[in-house]
């Protein structure tokens, strides 16, 4: 069973729609969540963490946790051709050793004007 | 303030050849990834550094690969005989401390191409 697991897409929306893109986990332990943005030939950049079940709100970006589902998901309101990119969702690894993060395999968002 | 830094950006070598890949973290970071993507891969964890300590290794993918960390800050991995299956973009990455509440930063990779 893959660790961190998101449709890999693309997803498609008009400008102005909302964006939503989705992320399951299999570790129950979890407990930190991350949204990456990577745009083409770019390197990730963090755009939103997580840690309490329930939704965190930072400008036009939403990130909601169940836990219980293991589910994590990010909202983009409001989308702009600029939010064309590809989004990774991340989840640390728990180990004795370190916290390194596993990450999905990303959803292409395609944001058209 | 910098973020993280990394040199070079391209690196074109021949099969066989050593190369060094740097790292600069974030002023004050005490832990340090190297993570690679590879094209159509996801993000591949290498290794963690913890100030000059390397408590998780597991994910480098043979022994020609190896870092180091000196002076709680810059890294250096170093892959020796390289072969095509390296080629990939390697990412280093900083956050304030190696726990799993704390947020990585990336630098802009080194893009490796071996001929």
């Known amino acids: 069973q893959k660790e961190v697991e998101q449709n890999s897409g693309p997803l498609s929306v008009p400008e102005g729609a909302i964006a939503s893109l989705n992320c399951t986990y299999s570790d129950r332990v979890s407990q930190s969540f991350f949204w990456y943005r990577q745009y083409s030939g770019k390197s990730p950049e963090l755009i939103m963490s997580i840690y309490s079940n329930g939704d965190k709100e930072d400008g036009r970006f939403t990130a909601q946790l169940n836990k219980a589902s293991q589910y994590v998901s990010l909202l983009i309101r409001d989308s702009q051709p600029s939010d064309s990119a590809t989004y990774l969702c991340?989840?640390?690894?728990?180990?004795?050793?370190?916290?390194?993060?596993?990450f999905g395999k990303g959803t292409t968002l395609s944001v058209s004007s | 303030g910098a973020g993280v830094s990394q040199s070079p950006s391209n690196k074109v070598t021949e099969k066989g050849k050593d190369v060094e890949l740097r790292c600069d973290p974030i002023?004050?970071?005490?832990?340090l990834y190297w993570y690679r993507q590879s094209l159509g891969q996801g993000l591949e964890f290498l290794i963690y550094f913890q100030g000059n300590s390397a408590p998780d290794k597991s994910g480098l993918p043979s022994d020609r690969f190896s870092a180091e960390r000196t002076g709680g800050s810059v890294s250096t991995l170093t892959i020796q005989r390289t072969q095509q299956e390296d080629s990939a973009v390697y990412l280093c990455?900083?956050?304030?401390?190696?726990?799993?509440?704390?947020?990585?930063?990336f630098g802009p990779g080194t893009r490796l191409t071996v001929l």
């Open positions: 002023s004050g970071h005490t832990a």
């Open positions: 990455a900083s956050s304030l401390g190696g726990g799993a509440a704390n947020e990585q930063f």
């Open positions: 991340a989840v640390p690894r728990y180990n004795q050793a370190g916290t390194a993060l596993i």
